[in-house]
């Protein structure tokens, strides 16, 4: 029995609205190194935590929180209580998602407005899974890694 690779068939007639969002200004090169040391270890906190630190230095709290709170929430650490992490994450999230979405590479800029397509998923403080369109994907996705 062969699989299909395309699960589910879209209609052309569907076609999602897009919404595009603002780019925010590339990061300064102690920022881009730091994201850089992310990507190098996707499954190490460290570097994870050190950009942290480095965005509540640079008066970016919320980021950092959000980050530290998603690594505890991982590790499943009781400190602060899980009920009351996991609602601090939502809030945060639900207030400053369209503002840090900003900072994804081009093709992940467009948002849909569709059942289709879902908010990006954030693990550990950074975007863990992200629908797009194809073509997009295409052009840019190497910008993604």
Same mark, same amino acid.
């Given at each position: 029995m062969a699989l299909n690779p395309l699960?589910?068939?879209v209609s052309l007639d569907e076609t999602p609205r897009r919404v595009k969002l603002i780019a925010m200004p590339r990061p300064s090169?102690?920022?881009?190194a730091l994201l850089?040391?992310?990507?190098?270890?996707?499954a190490d906190d460290l570097p994870r935590l050190v950009?942290?630190? &480095?965005l509540e230095e640079h008066g970016r709290e919320d980021r950092a929180e959000f980050i530290r709170l998603q690594i505890e929430a991982e590790r499943?650490?009781?400190?602060?209580?899980?009920?009351?992490?996991?609602?601090?994450?939502?809030?945060?999230?639900?207030?400053h998602a369209v503002? &840090?979405?900003?900072?994804?590479?081009?093709?992940?800029?467009?948002?849909?407005?569709?059942?289709n397509?879902?908010?990006?998923?954030?693990?550990?403080?950074?975007?863990s899974e992200l629908d797009i369109v194809?073509?997009?994907?295409?052009?840019?996705?190497?910008?993604?890694?």
């Open positions: 699960p589910q068939r090169p102690d920022e881009a850089k040391a992310v990507c190098r270890a996707p950009y942290a630190d &480095w499943d650490t009781p400190e602060s209580g899980r009920w009351e992490r996991q609602k601090r994450i939502y809030d945060l999230h639900r207030d503002r &840090w979405l900003r900072e994804l590479p081009k093709c992940a800029l467009t948002q849909y407005d569709s059942s397509y879902s908010q990006p998923a954030c693990r550990r403080g950074f975007v194809a073509a997009p994907f295409l052009s840019y996705g190497p910008q993604l890694h």
